[in-house]
Structures are given as structure tokens and as C-alpha cells.
């Protein structure tokens, strides 16, 4: 027994060495985040119209689509709508369904670059309820044989691992924490802020009309007063807004936009430009102000391929890992999602039906083209079989030459030819 225990000894020194080594932080220590998300939700989210609009719409987009429940049966994956897991999912709490848990946590991944859900189990401990925890709330505590053996709420309360779903973005400094896109964005968003507040400082300063009376130097000071009502009187009418003033021996000089003053207008653009790279959306914040139909179909299209789809195979990957083993193993239980209610990838469907037209009148099987197109047709009888058209011939095919040579049989009467005829060009028996 003592020799066993050595070894059980070495074996966890040399676990808890090589957490150490690759993370930077002992056993049972806290490790902690470099990037607060109650900044980010505060200088990010809540002060910059770009920032929110981003995360807005790659959070609407994810809540759109229903992640399911599928079990392998026979070799094919099939909906489970009445599994346990598929109502978890559906109903995770009381207080939100399915849609809005997700917008929540794809906006906490943004924001932090970290989502967490806290599993409350029944007396029999199945997880019963999912619910969402604030990202700044919740640090993890290094475990030995693990990287993370438990987590911290608000600092003193401890989670089991197990009873918490922690879904993060990819860090390369960090194999506990996620990165999160707005953190790569930073410096863009304190630039927009800057500029969207010397420009809110710049129109309190400059509240003037545009442009300046300039009256002669010999004016009086009863002759400069009357003038100077004259000209409160004109401003403060609303009646008269844009009309010609007429002050007397006076003269106007219009007023203009600094080069300055038309940089920082340059610079919003440029910094909600470079924002939309970093979520996946210039191209929607772009579009918004755009009337080209066309265009912005196609930009909606881009929208969900190159950024909603591998989200969403992201957080596929992460739910599946979370929850799948509280129900059944992950070679027969899995979670999936739903985009065939997506407009936008849906636009698609008259291009696909004549690629999979084509193709099978090149003699792919039906069952195929079903299957790699995703058509959610159930498999058919002689579906497995290609077939190609009978009634096509090349341009230069002699038909004397293989009737003579014995590969094919010609036509013995004028009945069967023009039978023949009637298959090939629709034409009727005369």
C-alpha cells in the first residue's frame, strides 16, 4: 500500500508540475483574466454605436437558430424532441427560453471573451435548469490532475466543475480564458469614443450660426447693439431658420469645417470600419445605408457563411462537451443546429436545385445529391441507381454503320420506328 501510494504521489507531482509549467499558476491558485468585461460592457457596448451594433446583430443571429437534439439510430442521426436535453435546452430556466439564453451568451463571448452557465441539478442530480453567470463574476481555480478543478462566484462562493458549462473564444496566451474580438478592437473603440466626444464638445463650443458678421470699426455702441439684437431677434425665430439676414453695415463671412474638424469625421468611418473586420460585420455596418436590394442580399448571405455558420459550429463544439455526457455518450447524442429557417442562406435554394438537377442528369443517384445537399428528403426507392438520358445521341453518331457492324439492332417495321420517334422527340403515332 505505501508503494502504491508513492507512485499515486509522483504520478499527481508530475500532473500538477505540467499544469504549472504550461499555465503560470500553481494548484488551487485563482487565475485571473487580463481583460475586464465590466470595461468592455461600459467603454464597448454601451458607449460606442459600432461596438453594439456588431455584437447585436451576431447575438440576433445565433438566438435565430434552434440548436436540437439528435441521436444515431441505424446509422442515421434523427431529431430527439422529446429527449430531456432538447427540453434543457428549450426551457433552460423559468426566466428565458432557448433564444434569449443564447443572445446572452454569444454577447458575454464578445464582450469577454468568456460565457458561463451554472447547472442546477435535482434530487437525483440531473441538471435541470441552465443558467447564465456574468463573465466578471466567475474566476477558475487550478486544479491537479486538471486544469480547472473549481470555480469562484463573486470571489467566495465555490462552483464544482462540473456544474458550470464554461464556453470560451480561442486565446493563444491563455488555455483556461478566452479572448474575446472586442479586445483586438480596443484601440479602434477608444478612438471612435474620442472622436465621438471632442466632436459633442466641438458643436456645445460652436453653437453659432455659419458663418460671422463682421461690422466697420466706426460703429457706435448704440449702432453695434442694435445690431447685435437685430441679428438675436433673426437667430432666436424659428420662423425665420435659413432666411437672408439683413444687418446694416455689416458684412457676412462664411464659416466652414476645419480640415480637423473633417479628419475626425474620416476617422468614425475608418474606426467602424476596422471594428466590422474584427466581429465579422463591416460589411452589414456598411450596408445600412445602402439601397442597392441586390447588394445587400448578397452582403446578408456573406453576413451568415463567413461569420454566423463558424460561430455556430463553435459554440456546437462547446455545448456538446458541456452538456452531452450529463445524458449519454457523444457517439450516439450530439447537439446540432437548424439553419434551414435562415432566409439569407435560403436565397440559395434555386441555384443548389439546379446544380443538384444537373448533376443527376449526369447520373449521380438521387440518395446521393439528398444527402450531400442536405435536403432533408427521406432516402427512396431506387434512389442508389444513377440514370442517364436515353434520348440524346452525339451529332456525329452513325447509325447505318452500327446497324451493319451487328452493334445495334435496326428497327424491323415503320411501327417500331416511329414508336421510337414519339420517345425520342414527343412526337405522336400519324
Same mark, same amino acid.
Given at each position: ?276 473586420? *474584427? ?6 455596418? /456598411? !450596408?445600412?445605408? #445602402? $439601397?442597392?436590394?441586390?447588394? %445587400? ?94 434520348? *440524346? ?6 447509325? /447505318? !454503320?452500327?446497324? #451493319? $457492324?451487328?452493334?445495334?439492332? %435496326? ?20
Amino acid at each position: 500500500m505505501a508503494i502504491l501510494d508513492f507512485f499515486k504521489r509522483k504520478q499527481q507531482t508530475a500532473q500538477t508540475s505540467a499544469i504549472e509549467k504550461a499555465t503560470g499558476n500553481r494548484a488551487g491558485a485563482i487565475a485571473w483574466t487580463d481583460w475586464g468585461s465590466e470595461a468592455a460592457t461600459k467603454e464597448g457596448y454601451k458607449a460606442s454605436a459600432w461596438v453594439y451594433r456588431s455584437i447585436a446583430m451576431r447575438a440576433n443571429a445565433v438566438a435565430s437558430v434552434p440548436f436540437v437534439v439528435e441521436s444515431l439510430k441505424n446509422g442515421e442521426w434523427q431529431r430527439e424532441p422529446n429527449h430531456p436535453l432538447q427540453m434543457l435546452l428549450d426551457n433552460p430556466n423559468p426566466e428565458m427560453g432557448q433564444g434569449e439564453l443564447m443572445r446572452l451568451l454569444t454577447t458575454h463571448l464578445d464582450l469577454a471573451g468568456n460565457g458561463y452557465w451554472l447547472k442546477v441539478r435535482n434530487a437525483v442530480g440531473k441538471a435541470v435548469e441552465l443558467w447564465p453567470l456574468l463573465p466578471h463574476e466567475v474566476t477558475a481555480v487550478m486544479g491537479t490532475a486538471e486544469l480547472v478543478q473549481g470555480y469562484k462566484l463573486r470571489g467566495h462562493t465555490n462552483l464544482l466543475r462540473e456544474d458550470v458549462c464554461h464556453i470560451a473564444y480561442t486565446n493563444p496566451s491563455s488555455l483556461i480564458y478566452g479572448q474575446s474580438p472586442l479586445q483586438a478592437a480596443a484601440k479602434a473603440v477608444d478612438v471612435d469614443n474620442a472622436a465621438a466626444a471632442w466632436q459633442k464638445v466641438s458643436m456645445q463650443n460652436r453653437g453659432i450660426p455659419d458663418g460671422v458678421f463682421s461690422l466697420e470699426d466706426d460703429v457706435t455702441a448704440e449702432q453695434f447693439e442694435q445690431a447685435r439684437q437685430q441679428v438675436a431677434e433673426q437667430y432666436a425665430n424659428q420662423g425665420n431658420a435659413r432666411s437672408p439676414w439683413v444687418v446694416a453695415r455689416a458684412k457676412w463671412q462664411q464659416m466652414s469645417l476645419t480640415p480637423a474638424e473633417m479628419d475626425f469625421l474620416n476617422t468614425r468611418l475608418s474606426t467602424r470600419e476596422e471594428i466590422g473586420v *474584427v466581429f465579422g460585420t463591416a460589411e452589414m455596418l /456598411a !450596408s445600412l445605408a #445602402s $439601397a442597392n436590394r441586390a447588394s %445587400a442580399q448578397e452582403v446578408r448571405k456573406s453576413f451568415w457563411i463567413d461569420t454566423i455558420i463558424p460561430l455556430l459550429e463553435e459554440l456546437r463544439w462547446a455545448l456538446n462537451i458541456a452538456l452531452v455526457p450529463e445524458y449519454g455518450k457523444s457517439s450516439t447524442l450530439r447537439i446540432n443546429y437548424d439553419t434551414s429557417g435562415v432566409a439569407a442562406i435560403r436565397a440559395d435554394e434555386k441555384e443548389t436545385l439546379e446544380i443538384i438537377k444537373g448533376l443527376w442528369s449526369m447520373g449521380v443517384p438521387f440518395n446521393v445529391l439528398a444527402q450531400r445537399y442536405e435536403l432533408g428528403i427521406e432516402p427512396i426507392d431506387g434512389g442508389d441507381v444513377g440514370y442517364l438520358p436515353t434520348g *440524346v445521341l452525339p451529332a456525329d453518331f452513325d447509325f /447505318a !454503320s452500327q446497324v #451493319s $457492324a451487328g452493334q445495334i439492332d %435496326a428497327p424491323s417495321d415503320s411501327e417500331t420506328i416511329k414508336a421510337m420517334a414519339a420517345l425520342a422527340y414527343g412526337t405522336k403515332n400519324r
